[in-house]
């Protein structure tokens, strides 16, 4: 899940994709997403999950860990602008 919602805050902060606001893309990506296991995993932890990555620095996996790299760059937080 973190993977996934870091993938999603560096398409934002690159300008990949137009994002009205980060709570938003967190209700979209537990909408459009689901988790690899079975049973059935409560959707409002998901969200709050999702939402804590996006929303903070110190949520984000490890570099060794980051998805798609080459589509959307990392960028240090202190180099980002606001987001």
Do not use: H, S
């Not at 934002?12 to 459009?32: F, S």
């Not at 929303?55 to 602008?81: F, G, S």
């Amino acid at each position: 899940m973190n993977q996934l919602a870091e993938l999603f805050k560096r398409l934002n902060y690159n300008n990949i994709i137009d994002v009205a606001n980060l709570k938003l893309l967190a209700k979209w990506i537990t909408e459009n997403f689901a988790t690899g296991n079975d049973k059935v995993q409560d959707k409002g932890m998901f969200f709050n999950t999702i939402y804590a990555v996006l929303k903070n620095c110190k949520r984000e996996p490890p570099k060794t860990k980051r998805i798609l790299v080459e589509l959307a760059k990392y960028i240090k937080p202190e180099d980002r602008k606001k987001e």
